[in-house]
């Protein structure tokens, strides 16, 4: 079955990069469009954006500037970078495979990303 | 963006109650809504796609329904392990969004 799992450091210090990656088991990346969503401790989620295994990206406008998603197909992996983070950007990240008219699923165990000094 | 609305925000209810969550969205997105169950440090589970599509593995208790911007998910007789946040989701444009979860929890 489809698994993915979200890997990377669990802390961020303010202005730096935040870089997470997604191994996708059970299916090759070259199908479908694969996301990250995030969640902030005790809030709701969050589409960050999303990629297909040919490089087409669509991030979210209110994080574009600072968002870069790419794809590994060698490695069937997926990655995530948000710059300039501040605390705002503490959260649970998820990644997730877009399926359909876009839903999502299924989802990796998701990883905190805390940004503190 | 599309503004997704969810009422109530939530709700206290006892086993083997129905159970009835609205979805609202800003604009018409046709049947373009899914459907997310979400317990306490865990993974968002796909309930419902696409308005009332059941997803394979998900107990029939769980509907969903509408069209436009009006939507409903339904617990026919909730279960113990039906208590979560439930979170709907449009799939009709960029940037996907959620609504903001309803709380169901044990009266």
């Known amino acids: 079955q489809v698994q993915l799992q979200e890997s990377g450091p669990g802390l961020v210090k303010p202005a730096e990069t935040l870089s997470l990656t997604c191994t996708v088991s059970g299916v090759s990346i070259t199908t479908d469009y694969w996301s990250w969503i995030r969640q902030p401790p005790g809030k709701g989620l969050e589409c960050i954006g999303y990629i297909y295994y040919s490089g087409v990206t669509n991030y979210n406008p209110s994080l574009k500037s600072r968002v870069t998603i790419s794809v590994d197909t060698s490695k069937n992996q997926f990655s995530l970078k948000l710059t300039s983070v501040t605390a705002a950007d503490t959260a649970v990240y998820f990644c997730?495979?877009?399926?359909?008219?876009?839903?999502?699923?299924?989802w990796g165990q998701g990883t905190l990303v805390t940004v503190s000094s | 963006d599309i503004q997704m609305t969810q009422s109530p925000s939530s709700l206290s209810a006892s086993v083997g109650d129905r159970v009835t969550i609205t979805c609202r969205a800003s604009q018409n997105i046709r049947t373009y809504l899914n459907w997310y169950q979400q317990k306490p440090g865990k993974v968002p589970k796909l309930l419902i796609y696409t308005a009332s599509s059941l997803q394979s593995g998900v107990p029939s208790r769980f509907s969903g329904s509408g069209s436009g911007t009006d939507f409903t998910l339904t617990i026919s007789s909730l279960q113990p392990e039906d208590f979560a946040t439930y979170y709907c989701?449009?799939?009709?444009?960029?940037?996907?969004?959620f609504g903001p979860g309803t709380k169901v929890d044990i009266k």
């Open positions: 997730a495979r877009k399926v359909g008219d876009n839903w999502f699923d299924p």
């Open positions: 989701q449009q799939g009709y444009s960029t940037p996907f969004t």
